[in-house]
């Protein structure tokens, strides 16, 4: 058998003293997420970086999400993305931004700033997606092809006991550029690595929510704190690492295997073949 090594690549992120990050779906991957972020930000904040947090969700707490969720029944009853807005906010001493209403692309458009030239470095802008459905994953796409390449996104997902994270910026692929320095300019948004995340889901009858799963017993309960774990990690590497070398990463908890796709030319062209396919 010929051994073949395919070469690695980087994405670099320039330097910025300004990072925006939007968080849709404060649920099971989404409430675990939150408090990462908070973490994240607070440490940025010591190093001279300014990051800006919006936590995004329709929805209000419900009995069944205490235990699962980052819930107490305290909070039964009030929009879950001003809860997790207020405690971190006051475990941090930061400023965040609630938003209890379903996403729509436009969020993402009014909230991305403007480029100001002469600043210290680009705004860092990133949304990622902690949502159950295919309409709000479609709004997500939507905002990251009128962004132009400017909104780099993370999507979260899993079932029983296994998740995915894909992380790009782009919705043409034609658009990534390779240099000999090792470097690449972009990579495949999430919806275009899986466009069947943008898709709904088979007939029959309303999707169980994700507390009503693990009620069941058919959604395990530490998949969520996986996947928003490695959600983090990739949120660190981009925001204080500046830097990313993979750009999607599966897992299985049972038993527990994690692996990752390398930023690689071969890996961005079998994208392409399977999308056209």
């Not at 400023?95 to 436009?106: D, S």
């Amino acid at each position: 058998m010929e051994l073949k090594i395919e070469k690695p690549y980087r994405v670099l992120f320039g330097d910025t003293h300004c990072v925006n990050i939007m968080l849709v779906g404060i649920g099971g991957t989404g409430s675990h997420l939150a408090l990462s972020l908070g973490r994240l930000a607070y440490h940025a904040r010591d190093k001279g970086m300014q990051v800006k947090l919006v936590f995004v969700d329709p929805d209000t707490f419900e009995p069944a999400n205490c235990g699962r969720q980052l819930a107490t029944p305290a909070e039964i009853g009030y929009p879950k993305a001003s809860c997790l807005a207020w405690r971190i906010t006051a475990a941090f001493g930061l400023e965040v931004t609630a938003i209890p209403e379903r996403f729509e692309a436009k969020m993402a458009h009014e909230w991305l700033p403007p480029f100001m030239p002469g600043g210290r470095g680009i705004p860092l802008n990133l949304i990622i997606g902690a949502v159950d459905n295919h309409l709000a994953r479609r709004e997500i796409t939507k905002a990251l092809a009128e962004a132009g390449g400017r909104l780099w996104a993370i999507d979260n997902g899993n079932a029983h006991s296994n998740g995915q994270i894909l992380v790009g910026n782009l919705v043409k692929l034609e658009e990534i550029r390779f240099t000999d320095m090792g470097l690449c300019s972009g990579l495949p948004s999430p919806y275009v690595q899986e466009p069947a995340l943008l898709e709904p889901e088979e007939e029959g009858g309303a999707p169980l929510s994700c507390a009503e799963l693990t009620l069941r017993e058919e959604q395990g309960l530490m998949i969520n704190t996986a996947v928003a774990a490695i959600a983090a990690q990739y949120c660190y590497q981009i925001v204080i690492r500046r830097e990313l070398y993979a750009f999607a990463t599966w897992l299985n908890l049972d038993p527990p295997v994690v692996t990752s796709k390398l930023v690689t030319k071969e890996n961005i062209e079998r994208i392409g073949r399977t999308t056209i396919a």
